[in-house]
Nanobody, 116 residues
């Protein structure tokens, strides 16, 4: 069973930075797309950023210019560098990997809290 594990969440003041990491338990194949999603209290889960196997990236308008998604050196790892964090970035951040069949695999999430 494929598992994705996120790490790097925590509490930070507005304007601060955090780096999230996600690693999959399997490296036999590569996910075609990996991405980060988030869910704030009382809200639906939303896309933050995605990156394809050829490193094409896509960002939500709300994080453009502040967040950067990248793939790690180890297969099926992905990072999310978050800068200039705002209180509205507070959410549980989830990692997702999509394989060549279109099957999605999710991590359990890591909490990011932005507060003064």
């Amino acid at each position: 069973q494929v598992q994705l594990v996120e790490s790097g969440g925590g509490s930070v003041q507005p304007g601060g930075s955090l780096r999230l990491s996600c690693a999959a338990s399997i490296t036999i194949f590569s996910f075609n797309v990996m991405g980060w999603y988030r869910q704030a209290p009382g809200k639906e889960r939303e896309l933050v950023a995605t990156i394809t196997s050829d490193s094409t990236t896509n960002y939500a308008d709300s994080v453009k210019g502040r967040f950067t998604i990248s793939r790690g050196p180890v297969r099926n790892t992905v990072y999310l560098q978050m800068s200039t964090l705002k209180p509205e970035d507070t959410a549980v951040y989830y990692c997702k990997g999509s394989d060549h069949r279109g099957m999605d695999f999710w991590g359990k999430g890591t909490l990011v809290t932005v507060s003064s």
